[in-house]
């Protein structure tokens, strides 16, 4: 007989010795990932810690990604269409540990709890809190009338309350930051239900958004990605179409910042004086991910993306003029309904013609809500066999395109945790200007306290160009690497508590909220 799942928790006290301890688990895109740097804010801002600063509570972690916490949030994710299928499957492993730990509670955000809301939980009744992309806020008053009242929280905003970066954030790292220019997007592509379920888009003051970048540089990060659904009609909101170019010039006058990036564009409003801005402006890097979906117009206009293929490829051409180094990766969608051969022959030759370092291909899923889903499907196997065709082609140009850069000399900003064999290999794996992946060899013999830390800036010679990253093992044989080390390194030492917090007698450093104003910018 199986066991019933566990109710919302009542108010069952915290019966260990320490604080009560919170986990968040991503789903999805960028932006879902800066949500859950907000949560994670005001769950400390509100004295929970993150369980693997407790060790106790991290040794109770299961199989099922709890991680060992009292506080298990899910910010989800609603583009794919097994997004329900992964959530509940979560929880079912989620609920077996719950019963086991008394007090323990369940949070479910982002696009796929603002979509179903009540019917999370009317599928998964152990879950506590279900709350929308419109109200990160309210998390931990949630949380805690889930505990008062012994049942489940849902609270579903239609339209945004706070603007989540006013909010309390616990970054997640320490040398690269996240800051958004706008939330929500104008548009409206018949395969796409972010529109529904995040807004109409809302343009942060360029005032804000420089203050921000200015205050997560003054704390230790030297690379900061603006994000918006749409960045190039960032500004339409307050008046001035030319915003974004004047946002990225301006990030290029911030003492301290090394990399600016952005996502996602849109070719449709893609203009010449970005493409100036970002050749002219030294911290802008050379990588540009710009969304093609179908080479094909007739799909194009099916999906009511309001660009050609003469457009894009145009765009492409006019980067390559003014950054011929830059990196342009892109998304495409094979098997949007109706699409015919010939209208997937037209991608196939976008592709061909682009030269894409890299793309993130996708089958097309029906989203409940949206207008493709009631057209007529494409049989799977079409889409099936399309899909291996293009992948095939992509993975021969980013292979040729990698080769392309051995012998290349490359600035590497060392990451945390994208090198998974870098324990075996003796390697460290970051990012080039260009966005590329770099696996980097050290010299032989270096000393523990000479190795580069996450932060810290490696300079390498490309030796192998593989289909998904770059390998430079220069250093190997006494060729070219040299390490800088960099305030975003001491950051993430710092938050690593290998040194002291300066002046602070070796205490954390407080997580709170960004303070915004105007910013001084460098002349």
Same mark, same amino acid.
């Given at each position: 007989?199986?066991?019933?799942?566990?109710?919302?928790?009542?108010?069952?006290?915290?019966t260990g010795a320490g604080p009560r301890t919170y986990?968040?688990?991503?789903?999805?895109?960028?932006?879902?990932?800066?949500?859950?740097?907000?949560?994670?804010?005001?769950?400390?801002?509100?004295?929970?810690?993150?369980?693997? +600063? =407790?060790? #106790?509570? !991290? *040794?109770?972690?299961?199989?099922?990604?709890? &991680?060992?916490?009292?506080? %298990?949030?899910?910010?989800?994710? +609603? =583009?794919? #269409?097994? !997004? *329900?299928?992964?959530?509940?499957?979560?929880? &079912?492993?989620?609920?077996? %540990?719950?019963?086991?730990?008394?007090?323990?509670?369940?949070?479910?955000?982002?696009?796929?709890?603002?979509?179903?809301?009540?019917?999370?939980?009317?599928?998964?009744?152990?879950?506590?809190?279900?709350?929308?992309?419109?109200?990160?806020?309210?998390?931990?008053?949630?949380?805690?009338?889930?505990?008062?009242?012994?049942?489940?929280?849902?609270?579903?905003?239609?339209?945004?309350?706070?603007?989540?970066?006013?909010?309390?954030?616990?970054?997640?790292?320490?040398?690269?930051?996240?800051?958004?220019?706008?939330?929500?997007?104008?548009?409206?592509?018949?395969?796409?239900?972010?529109?529904?379920?995040?807004?109409?888009?809302?343009?942060?003051?360029?005032?804000?958004?420089?203050?921000?970048?200015?205050?997560?540089?003054?704390?230790?990060?030297?690379?900061?990605?603006?994000?918006?659904?749409n960045v190039n009609s960032y500004g339409v909101g307050?008046?001035?179409?030319?915003?974004?170019?004047?946002?990225?010039?301006?990030?290029?006058?911030?003492?301290?910042?090394?990399?600016?990036?952005?996502?996602?564009?849109?070719?449709?409003?893609?203009?010449?004086?970005?493409?100036?801005?970002?050749?002219?402006?030294?911290?802008?890097?050379?990588?540009?991910?710009?969304?093609?979906?179908?080479?094909?117009?007739?799909?194009?206009?099916?999906?009511?993306?309001?660009?050609?293929?003469?457009?894009?490829?145009?765009?492409?051409?006019?980067?390559?003029?003014?950054?011929?180094?830059?990196?342009?990766?892109?998304?495409?969608?094979?098997?949007?309904?109706?699409?015919?051969?010939?209208?997937?022959?037209?991608?196939?030759?976008?592709?061909?013609?682009?030269?894409?370092?890299?793309?993130?291909?996708?089958?097309?899923?029906?989203?409940?809500?949206?207008?493709?889903?009631?057209?007529?499907?494409?049989?799977a196997e079409v889409v099936t066999d399309r899909y291996?065709?293009?992948?095939?082609?992509?993975?021969?140009?980013?292979?040729?395109?990698?080769?392309?850069?051995?012998?290349?000399?490359?600035?590497?900003?060392?990451?945390?945790?994208?090198?998974?064999?870098?324990?075996?290999?003796?390697?460290?794996?970051?990012?080039?200007?260009?966005?590329?992946?770099?696996?980097?060899?050290?010299?032989?013999?270096?000393?523990?306290?000479?190795?580069?830390?996450?932060?810290?800036?490696?300079?390498?010679?490309?030796?192998?160009?593989?289909?998904?990253?770059?390998?430079?093992?220069?250093?190997?044989?006494?060729?070219?690497?040299?390490?800088?080390?960099?305030?975003?390194?001491?950051?993430?030492?710092?938050?690593?508590?290998?040194?002291?917090?300066?002046?602070?007698?070796?205490?954390?450093?407080?997580?709170?909220?960004?303070?915004?104003?105007?910013?001084?910018?460098?002349?």
């Amino acid at each position: 007989m199986t066991a019933a799942p566990p109710a919302p928790s009542a108010a069952v006290p915290h019966t260990g010795a320490g604080p009560r301890t919170y986990l968040v688990r991503t789903l999805g895109c960028q932006m879902n990932v800066h949500d859950s740097e907000r949560l994670a804010g005001m769950l400390e801002a509100q004295g929970y810690v993150p369980v693997e +600063s =407790v060790p #106790e509570a !991290a *040794a109770r972690a299961t199989d099922a990604g709890d &991680g060992g916490a009292d506080v %298990v949030v899910i910010n989800t994710c +609603s =583009v794919r #269409e097994n !997004a *329900a299928t992964r959530l509940f499957g979560n929880l &079912g492993q989620l609920a077996s %540990v719950k019963r086991r730990r008394p007090g323990m509670q369940i949070a479910v955000g982002g696009c796929l709890a603002q979509q179903m809301r009540t019917g999370i939980v009317e599928k998964a009744p152990w879950v506590d809190v279900v709350l929308g992309t419109h109200n990160l806020d309210v998390l931990p008053a949630l949380l805690e009338r889930a505990r008062h009242n012994a049942e489940a929280q849902v609270e579903i905003e239609e339209a945004l309350k706070v603007f989540p970066s006013t909010l309390p954030t616990r970054r997640e790292s320490a040398y690269a930051a996240f800051v958004s220019i706008s939330v929500g997007c104008n548009n409206t592509c018949t395969f796409c239900i972010v529109p529904h379920l995040r807004g109409k888009e809302r343009d942060r003051r360029p005032g804000e958004v420089l203050a921000e970048v200015q205050a997560v540089v003054a704390q230790g990060a030297i690379e900061v990605t603006l994000l918006g659904q749409n960045v190039n009609s960032y500004g339409v909101g307050f008046g001035d179409r030319g915003a974004f170019a004047k946002l990225l010039r301006a990030c290029g006058e911030i003492d301290g910042l090394e990399r600016v990036r952005f996502t996602s564009p849109h070719p449709a409003a893609f203009t010449d004086d970005v493409i100036e801005a970002m050749a002219e402006t030294p911290n802008v890097m050379p990588s540009l991910h710009m969304p093609l979906q179908s080479g094909s117009d007739a799909v194009l206009r099916a999906m009511r993306r309001s660009y050609r293929q003469g457009k894009y490829l145009g765009i492409i051409d006019r980067v390559r003029g003014a950054i011929p180094e830059a990196a342009i990766t892109t998304d495409i969608i094979v098997g949007f309904p109706g699409e015919t051969e010939s209208d997937f022959q037209a991608t196939l030759d976008v592709v061909a013609a682009s030269r894409f370092s890299s793309a993130f291909t996708f089958q097309y899923s029906p989203r409940p809500g949206t207008p493709a889903a009631d057209l007529e499907q494409v049989p799977a196997e079409v889409v099936t066999d399309r899909y291996q065709r293009l992948l095939a082609l992509q993975k021969r140009i980013s292979t040729e395109e990698n080769e392309q850069q051995e012998g290349r000399t490359v600035d590497v900003l060392v990451a945390e945790g994208e090198g998974r064999k870098d324990g075996a290999t003796h390697r460290v794996t970051g990012r080039a200007a260009d966005n590329r992946l770099v696996h980097v060899a050290l010299p032989p013999g270096l000393a523990d306290d000479e190795r580069p830390r996450p932060g810290d800036m490696v300079t390498a010679t490309v030796t192998h160009g593989a289909p998904h990253h770059l390998v430079a093992d220069s250093a190997l044989t006494g060729g070219t690497y040299r390490l800088r080390r960099t305030r975003a390194g001491e950051a993430w030492a710092r938050r690593a508590g290998l040194v002291e917090e300066p002046h602070s007698h070796g205490e954390a450093a407080p997580a709170g909220p960004v303070t915004l104003g105007m910013p001084a910018l460098r002349r």
